[in-house]
């Protein structure tokens, strides 16, 4: 346990996000706020990590374990001192409540305890929206992408924070794989904000949609979130850009080098569309009767699915109030998630490929013991290794997902509520169903409720293991793990 | 694929159900009853019995996708000559009803379309819970402990209708076993009629429950199930049968035996306990408001999280009616289920002490990369066969529940109606919660959604395999597991 090196790699991390709070700080100067609720935690932020980051390390090596526990310190280090700025503008009643929303917006889940967004003042709602594009592509990969890291320490950093069952690098140095998908992220979101902006969008509005879209996060600066706008361009746009961030990056870049055919057998892309078009097509069909035309149910069912499955939250309606069939399907789309290598959360499609493939393969072996099975993705095998890791995920998954559905349901609301909110937390999404619905919020949770539904979020966010590893790879003995 | 030993095999079943209609026609006669509803499926019985099994086999050899076969088709083919006598008899609106309470009885779920049990005659009622008696050890054990079958092919029935993730053989000879594990069987079941007639149950209800509570089916012959007798006596005798018939039937035998040091080294037996101690008191906790005392609260606690737990579904008050921390809990206990080897459904103690102890392991091998980390159970290393189809039963298992929860939500009701109408059915227990509470029935569903909840109860009760293959088994070329 290399401790020196996490406290000086922490310290880093700290100074980084001291930096960006200048950007909600000058948005709030902009709009002749007080500066304050930025400038304490920034002093703050600045002396901790100076004097963190100032411990020099003995050696510089890091191990399977030091990643670990360096992602799940950062998250948290990086929600308390992020949820300062709510604090100190007393924009939500308790330091739970702003803890809880700024693991929301960190982990992109997007889901709030705030019952009236829009008399925040624009600093806040500016910080708040900018935590879902700070923790979308993730902090660490940011903190890589300016600092320089030798790669074989890095890798330990990335595969604990990156979604998806396998981490890969796009190109030989580490630093530069973090760089290139910064760079396609920045692009893609700006390339979102102009085309807002040509819809007539104001650019305040544009930005904090924008990052909710890009991070597939969900917070919005409206009550009705995008239905506010109740513009079918708006939904159009941010409904295909949704989808688009919940496409591994990986794709981008082999399209920006040229390499479309890589892009083309990507098994986990063709079954994400797939699942996209017939969730769309069948909730149309379901919830026609309450729309005006089959092309607005159309219109609506598509970015409903596209908010869900990509885990980002958004509403234009209160889906609440759909069939259950559509609630069915929405719920599913909860759990799978987007693509492994996006922005967003969930069980991820790639690992429901894997899942998926052994299960046939396997009963094909229960029908012919003597043929050999491979289970192959995208024509190569899969190997054991992570054929297992992607099981074991999936147990500790709803290992996670029980505990907290019966810890929740001491609060006594009804089932549907406790399910979905836990549902909800542990995928990133945001909004459930029942009172945590996509017109409802968090807030009538218990404090510890919420501080459980932090856990979810940030387990959810960081894959499981480096938030429930945490405390054994911290402890020299320990006793569960031995 | 050795078609002619598969519908030699199947006469053979059919013959012996047409034997054990013989007792509740006598029970019919008995009541003065017309004896019509079970002479005439039994003559069929035979008619199709001595025809099929007269069809003799070129060979005798029996390979593991005719066992899936043949358990399928039994169990499929027992339950629609099973259910003639509640068609002929008028007991039920339609033949699906009939079929869905037949096969509800086999597969030992216990989960009803009637809304009104006391007026049926005393034969229909004793065939109903006669049907769980049956269920419970298995069609295919009972055949074999009647005609002898070479070991080598009576293994696969075994492996394919026992549950449980091993099945192995408690005496050198499979005739033998069968016979040991129906002598237990038969015992214990007399054992509880005698102390429900010790506590003055009549006798017919005497047999009815003691069938309900052996094969951990869950039929009563009253409206409010064992409630309606409101006796302490009757529920602790039939809690903790209920509790004994959950336990692994090998134990048993090795108590007979005097292995007692086999019973109590028996990870999942301690397992299985704990669970329910810990879920009686907490529950109980949870309920304490609802009684005069703790110790009733402790009464009903007890009495339901054993009803649930070992898949049975007695009910002794309206746990829908119950706080949601006490429901979610049941509906957790839906999900375990009992012991493997046991009457009992559910994905078994047994599974899920292999899946956590895998989780386990693989979590400290990722804080310590070189450590070389064996699943044991009992001291024993579990192998990786095992470990792989104790992942992929998992997979296969949220699979075939989230399709009929898909599937069964187009029937319109709110979603804890559906989800646990599903999760009761596949997990063989019987009530569920909302419409399909203990005090509630499965009438009012679709036709199409009661012959997909029946497949859900023989998917079920048959570890999901039998049934899933069945199609692809009896296809010569099947495209799907090429």
Redo the contacts between chains.
Sequence with gaps: MNRRMIAYILGKILLVEAALLTLPMVVAMFYRESAEPFLIPMLTLILCGILLSHISPKSRAL???DG?AIVALAWIAMSLFGAMPFYISHSMPTFVDCFFETVSGFTTTGASILTEIEHLGRGVLFWRSFTHWVGGMGVLVFVMAIFPASDGHGMHLLRAEVPGPAVGKLVSRLGDTAKILYGIYLVMTVAEIVLLLLGGMPLFDACVHAFGTAGTGGFSCRNLSVGAYNSPYFDLVIGVFMLLFGVNFNLYYFLLIGKVREVLRSEELRTYFLIVAAATVTIAWNISHLFESFSTALRYAFFQVSSIITTTGYATADFNLW???S???L??LMFAGACAGSTGGGIKIARLVI??K???S???Q????NAVATVRIEGRPVSSKI???T??F???YL?IM?IS??LL????????T?FTAVVSCINNIGPG?GQVGPMGNFAAFSPASKILLAFDMLAGRLEL?PM??LA??LWRR?S???
């Design positions: 191990y399977a374990r670990l069939p259950p069939y609630r069915v399907v719920v599913f899942l998926g052994t299960a046939v396997d009963m094909r229960m029908l012919h013991p054929l297992r890791s099981h074991v999936l147990v500790v290992l029980s559905t019966l349901s001491l609060d006594g609301f009804d089932l549907v406790t169903l293991f429930l590893l054994p790879s320990h569960f793990l031995r």
